[in-house]
């Protein structure tokens, strides 16, 4: 299995501000990804961070606002850039492609509010 | 693209019953895994069992059991023998051989003691 800590854990942030999450695993994976969830809703995959290159990002969602960093297989960092009220919500980090494991591992979360 | 439908948005069960949260998917790849997750009120997500695709044969874990009808993109979790601690949000997962996992909307499971 993987152990992944994140953080902060939760933070309160003035619109217009921006925020750097930062997620650390503790084994090497090929996959991470970062998904947004509001409080008892489902997971939005934001986009997948590529190691060394440029994460891809899903439909809705730019680099510009969610810059991302992987500098190595172990380390990922989610910026939420000018935050509004409405980026309020959690962000998970999760990763997938242990060897010989199927499924993905998942954060604790970061609990963002923006007033 | 693939979806995946959790048609029960909220579950009851008596503790130490039975109960099954129903999944169907759509999705035209062949080879492809399934995946319930859970997740407690703390948040963090953790496996509860998963299934490949090309297995005819069901998965189980203990009390976690699924019935799994691929031609009908039908993907059940049965929970037996429930305990206060299955109260949880519980997830669907799809996940294609490219890596790129899709999730249903979630059944929030409550345990009645």
Known sequence: ?115 | AQTVTQSQPEMSVQEAETVTLSCTYDTSESDYYLFWYKQPPSRQMILVIRQEAYKQQNATENRFSVNFQKAAKSFSLKISDSQLGDAAMYFCAYRSAAGKSTFGDGTTLTVKP
């Not at chain 1, 919500?89 to 970061?110: H, K, M, R, W």
């Open chain 1, 1 to 115: 299995s993987a152990v992944i800590s994140q953080k902060p854990s939760r933070d309160i942030c003035q619109r217009g501000t921006s925020l750097t999450i930062q997620c650390q695993v503790d084994s090497q994976v090929t996959m991470m990804f970062w998904y947004r969830q509001q409080p008892g809703q489902s997971l939005t995959l934001i986009a997948t961070a590529n190691q060394g290159s440029e994460a891809t990002y899903e439909s809705g969602f730019v680099i510009d606002k969610f810059p991302i960093s992987r500098p190595n297989l172990t380390f990922s960092t989610l910026t939420v850039s000018n935050m509004s009220p409405e980026d309020s919500s959690i962000y998970l980090c999760s990763v997938a492609g242990l060897a010989g494991v199927l499924e993905q591992f998942f954060g604790p979360g970061t609990r963002l509010t923006v007033l």
